[in-house]
């Protein structure tokens, strides 16, 4: 059984890598703000499970190798809360240090939002969703921290400024929910959603683990 | 600064790594049966401090390249706790499968000890430690995903006979507390210690992370 990751997140093909599955890769080319503007004023989890399952369906028809795709197809899109408000990538150091300067010593949501299709056979029979929400606390980390951190670069480019499976890793000092859903993509949301289609997790894999 | 990491795990030194710390390897050779049967009955937080400490405390007069440590000395030891009771590696399928189907759909506790050692300057002048603890919940697996993933083998050889970094990390629904402790360091409570003795933690960083 095939996987196609809908995604162009390095993060959530690690994820995949380590739970010992193989994807392959298809960049969905989805103007996520455009999506968002048509969609109007939506929650964090409305927002990602709209762009999770956007990113899906772009791909639906992509040729690989003169074949259509057979398996199934996952989109992926996060989404970092705090204080009710939404928070993407900062892209910019200053922009990053006043988030961190805001956010240590606080919990704030990391929605993720899932979407399969069921792909099997080279046509789309069915899909199914859903959203994981982990709640992340940040360390109480000093200015001199936050600097440091915003300095190495990682925190310009990832959701809510911040990530769990890197550097920033010892800067969060409690999860609840699944910690894979901070980083991007809820392996066990995943093998939930496959089972629904009668597909079990182990038929996916197709490499070693981490 | 440099990190002394007195542990043969491969899970520890990859939590190290992906955050940025590559530490220098010290194997400590406790036999941890044998310091645990001298001490007598102890908890799960009592026994993972216990052995943390004296592997960190087995290492302390190595000589590496003719000099003796000069920097932190990190000890780690995990045990996973489910009814009161403690278990490491199962060792053997029957065993791994057994408790899987035992643990599937519950929730169990997962212990992970820290004793840090202030060996700067060549000599010992220091230490702290403390036990990150960490809810785990299972999925509620099928039989035959129980004997699909006993037959990867990776459960045989990890304390709970579960991973939540590799192929285990589908069954993986929920946790709460420090997902680093899951895997055996909490690099949140290292950065805590290491503030205590006024060191702060990016100056630990010595390679780009994950």
Chains 1, 2 share one sequence.
Not at 15 to 33: F, K, N, Q, Y
Not at 87 to 104: D, I, L, S, T
Not at 133 to 157: M, Q, R, W
Request: net charge negative; proline share 5%.
């Amino acid at each position: 059984m095939r996987l196609y990751l809908a995604s162009t997140s390095p993060a959530r093909l690690a994820t995949l890598r380590a739970a010992g599955v193989e994807p392959i890769l298809l960049s969905p080319g989805v103007d996520e703000d455009a999506v968002a503007a048509a969609a109007g004023p939506l929650s964090g989890p409305e927002l990602v499970a709209l762009l999770a399952r956007a990113k899906a369906e772009a791909v639906t028809g992509s040729v690989i190798d003169g074949s259509p795709i057979d398996g199934f197809i996952l989109g992926g899109d996060s989404a970092f809360e705090l204080d009710g408000e939404l928070y993407g990538k900062p892209h910019f150091p200053e922009v990053a240090a006043e988030r961190w300067r805001v956010q240590r010593g606080r919990t704030g949501l990391l929605h993720s939002g899932h979407w399969l299709i069921d792909h099997r056979g080279g046509a789309a029979a069915g899909a199914a969703g859903g959203v994981a929400t982990a709640n992340v606390t940040f360390a109480d980390i000093t200015d001199a921290e936050v600097d440091a951190y915003v300095a190495t670069g990682e925190p310009l480019s990832v959701a809510g400024a911040f990530t769990i499976d890197s550097l920033g890793s010892a800067f969060i000092s409690r999860v609840e929910g699944d910690p894979h859903a901070v980083v991007g993509l809820s392996v066990a949301l995943l093998r939930e959603l496959l089972l629904g289609f009668g597909v079990a997790w182990p038929s996916l894999w197709n490499r070693g683990g981490a």
